[in-house]
């Protein structure tokens, strides 16, 4: 008797926990779902149209392009502390952690004044650089801010993916004859690339969306986020909403695609 | 072969202070201790995953003391036998010589023979995370051997099995040390494990190095106290000692014990629970000891009965169940305790 009490209890707040998960699916499914659904059924012809223009295919690709350098950068530089922060403990660590993480709380618009301060042409490291390179109106720009937005979603991931390898398996692997850097990339990183792959897919996903904090540095060449948002200034919903649908199912192919390839 | 000379390390909360030790080329060597004894710190010492504070490590003939683990050819299996998780058992065991760019041809060769060796051919492109503990066991003793180690290293290697499979795979690994003539280094907590495999045994506790000896004398003639009670001789006795006709009789106040020893003056000494014998009639005989006494606890030891008897003194022994029931023993029995001078181990 006992027994099929306590079941009924745990099917009660399975059933209250199946409500909430549907209701949370729904708010995102519905906010995504509409503009898309309604730009395919009710206006399919503006949308091809907006699939052939130039402009629009130029600035998607760019979006795509700017955000893979910025998740390329991420992973070279960013993979190395993520091995560091996963491995030892050392004073300030706490401190890392937190700055790292910095960027998912400072709002973009004060991250875009601040990248701004520092790249423009007489910045901190934009004048210094200037011979060299240009941010202001020009990709390195975009791609700065990009990373920056996007530092701790690569970091977090491959961190958690590092601190998944147990060290005895490097241990191993050294006894067997591998230098430290064999270990590394013949045992952790294909151990934790499940993480690797996670972080890539989230930090470039985070870039692709990055308006604010691209602007100011950079409003031109325009990123998809910048032109959606001029049309929509320009010509309201009807103009800007295919080439946000546009971007969005891109973006969904690109993301299940990751997904298949991480299983 | 292994020279470890006044070793000191402090890591975490483990440490090691001047351990001096000496492993010959061929020899089974058991490092026992209890837990947090720094038994793994020393073992991974050896293999070059920590520097020494201060000391030396010497392993034929070379000082390796800073060389990096890839530079020191030692095989080194852990507790949970850390199987690549992403390489098949074939890939696994292949590992070592793969890095050591040696023809492919002769991979085939040497991961083929030392597979059937270790009796895991069948397994071959099983993920590890398939594989029962003694298989996996298997597989990471074929991923050290394959490379011909000079050395290899055990960290507690029989502890995650099930009793059945520690049995089989104590005598395997014996047999294979033996057959091979591998230098092995064996660290475990567990007296029986010790006893069983060690041609010499290093007694470990609070990251000194106690006792080194062969398993009858750390078992039977402990150094001191500390060790008696953890190599299992619960008999442990403080008395005063004076030889008489080149024995020493021993007065523990409530009673008298014989013992072979040229100690004098205050002394403690210990007997082996399993040395003593149980009579229901007492005869007395030269050179032995014979006390009269009463069972106060029973407490059964699967396939053996641990007996506490009152003797004056306390006496733990342990004999076998059919004795046990052929005596009619019972608490409260009265019972005669005998064990021979020469069991007798005067501290």
């Known amino acids: ?263 | 072969m292994i020279r470890i000379k006044g070793l000191y390390k402090d890591w975490k909360e483990f440490s090691l202070k001047n351990i001096d030790l000496e492993i010959k080329e061929g020899e089974y060597f058991v490092i026992l201790g209890p837990t947090g004894a720094g038994k793994t710190l020393a073992l991974e010492m050896i293999a070059g995953f920590h520097s020494p504070d201060k000391g030396e490590i010497w392993i034929g003939g070379q000082n390796l003391t800073d060389a990096p683990p890839e530079d020191r050819n030692i095989g080194f299996i852990y507790q949970d036998y850390s199987l690549f998780p992403h390489l098949d058992v074939k890939e696994n065991v292949e590992f070592g010589l793969k890095l050591k760019k040696v023809s492919k041809d002769k991979i085939e060769e040497k991961t083929r023979d030392i597979m059937e060796l270790l009796g895991i051919s069948h397994l071959s492109h099983r993920q590890p995370s398939t594989l029962s503990g003694g298989e996996q066991q298997k597989v990471a003793i074929a991923r050290a051997m394959v490379v011909n180690p000079r050395v290899l290293l055990l960290d507690e290697p029989l502890s995650a099995l099930d009793s059945k499979t520690q049995d089989r795979l104590r005598d395997e690994l014996k047999q294979l040390s033996e057959k091979q003539g591998l230098t092995m280094i064996h660290v475990t907590h567990d007296r029986v494990e010790a006893m069983a495999l060690g041609d010499r045994i290093g007694v470990l506790m609070d990251g000194k190095l106690r006792q080194v000896g062969t398993p009858q004398q750390i078992f039977h003639r402990p150094l001191n106290e500390e060790i008696a009670s953890f190599v299992g001789i619960d008999n442990i006795y403080e008395g005063e000692s004076r030889i008489e006709n080149g024995i020493a009789r021993i007065n523990l106040g409530e009673l008298e014990i014989e013992a072979i020893t040229g100690k004098e003056g205050k002394v403690k000494l210990c007997v082996r629970p399993e040395e003593i014998t149980i009579l229901r009639k007492g005869s007395r005989s030269s050179a032995r000891n014979l006390f009269e006494g009463r069972v106060v606890r029973v407490s059964e030891r699967y396939p053996l009965m641990k007996l506490t008897i009152d003797a004056g003194k306390e006496f733990q022994a342990v004999i076998t169940k059919k004795s046990f029931l052929e005596l009619n023993l019972k608490e409260g029995s009265r019972v005669y305790v005998s064990f021979k001078a020469s069991s007798v181990h005067v501290l």
Not at chain 1, 3 to 29: D, N, P, Q, W, Y
């Open chain 1, 1 to 263: 008797m006992k027994k099929t009490t306590r079941g009924g209890k745990h099917g009660k707040m399975l059933v209250l926990f199946g409500i909430a998960s549907f209701l949370i699916v729904s708010f995102v499914v519905i906010i995504l779902g509409e503009p898309v659904f309604t730009q395919l059924v009710f206006d399919l012809e503006g949308f091809i149209e907006t699939c052939k223009d130039p402009e629009v295919l130029n600035c998607i690709g760019l979006t795509i392009g700017t955000s893979f350098m910025a998740t390329g950068i991420a992973f070279l530089v960013g993979t190395p502390l993520a091995y560091i922060l996963a491995r030892k403990k050392f004073f300030g660590k706490r401190v890392i952690e937190s700055i790292i993480d910095l960027p998912i709380m400072v709002p973009h618009m004060i991250a875009g004044i601040a990248i701004f301060s520092v790249f423009y042409r007489y910045g901190l490291i934009g004048k210094p650089l200037s011979p060299i390179v240009k941010f202001f109106d020009a990709i390195p720009g975009i791609v700065v801010a990009m990373l920056f937005v996007s530092v701790p979603f690569f970091i977090n991931p491959v961190r958690e993916g590092f601190q998944s390898v147990d060290p005895r398996l490097e241990k191993v692997a050294r006894s067997l004859g591998a230098t430290e850097w064999k270990a590394f990339y013949k045992i952790t990183f294909p151990i934790a690339y499940k993480h690797i792959l996670a972080g890539i897919g989230m930090s470039w996903g985070r870039g692709i969306s990055e308006f604010a904090a691209v602007i100011i540095l950079a409003y031109y060449p325009m990123v998809a986020s910048t032109l959606i948002y001029e049309r929509f200034l320009i010509g309201g919903l009807e103009y800007s909403r295919p080439v946000a649908v546009l971007l969005m199912l891109i973006c969904l192919g690109i993301f299940i695609s990751f997904r298949s390839v991480r299983k």
